[in-house]
């Protein structure tokens, strides 16, 4: 059998970019200001080693909607499929989450999502949004 070592380590929420992690959760989250498109802004995260926020757990969304500031994108879509909505992770999102009459496709243009304070929205992938990236700070093998 193959001697398969692998490192376990923990990866830190990087701070010092301005990432904020919560103490109980240990979730890793930043509010970026400035207003990019859907895709800017998840390469945006990417640089951070992150990803949009995937807001899949109830913690989560309470992060995601504690933002009073107008709306931020967050890492879920329907861009594979047309009314499919899945978080970046592959997911599928709970269509409760959504404000009352959304998803609605608005001009057949909607498929990236939004947060609220009072709810998720599907929005044209190329407004620009404030968002909210991610770091994973879970315990990570890594191959070595
Ligand atoms: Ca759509
Ligand atoms: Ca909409």
Same mark, same amino acid.
């Given at each position: 059998?193959?001697?398969?070592?692998?490192?376990?380590?923990?990866?830190?929420?990087?701070?010092?970019?301005?990432?904020?992690?919560?103490?109980?959760?240990?979730?890793?989250?930043?509010?970026?200001?400035?207003?990019?498109?859907?895709?800017?802004?998840?390469?945006?995260?990417?640089?951070? $080693?992150?990803?949009?926020?995937?807001?899949?757990?109830?913690?989560?969304?309470?992060?995601?909607?504690?933002?009073?500031?107008?709306?931020?994108?967050?890492?879920?879509?329907?861009?594979?499929?047309?009314?499919?909505?899945?978080?970046?992770?592959?997911?599928?999102?709970?269509?409760?989450?959504?404000?009352?009459?959304?998803?609605? $496709?608005? $001009?057949?243009?909607?498929?990236?999502?939004?947060?609220?304070?009072?709810?998720?929205?599907?929005?044209?992938?190329?407004?620009?949004?404030?968002?909210?990236?991610?770091?994973?700070?879970?315990?990570?093998?890594?191959?070595?």
């Amino acid at each position: 059998m193959p001697n398969l070592v692998r490192e376990v380590r923990q990866i830190k929420c990087p701070t010092d970019l301005g990432y904020m992690e919560d103490p109980t959760s240990n979730i890793c989250s930043k509010i970026h200001e400035t207003k990019l498109s859907w895709t800017s802004a998840q390469a945006e995260c990417e640089k951070d $080693n992150g990803q949009l926020f995937i807001a899949d757990t109830q913690a989560k969304r309470d992060i995601s909607i504690k933002v009073r500031t107008g709306a931020v994108f967050l890492g879920a879509s329907d861009l594979d499929e047309e009314g499919v909505w899945k978080w970046l992770n592959g997911e599928p999102v709970n269509r409760t989450l959504f404000s009352p009459n959304e998803p609605n $496709n608005f $001009n057949g243009h909607e498929n990236c999502m939004s947060a609220r304070s009072t709810g998720y929205n599907d929005e044209k992938c190329s407004r620009n949004f404030k968002y909210i990236c991610e770091v994973p700070t879970k315990k990570a093998y890594c191959p070595n």
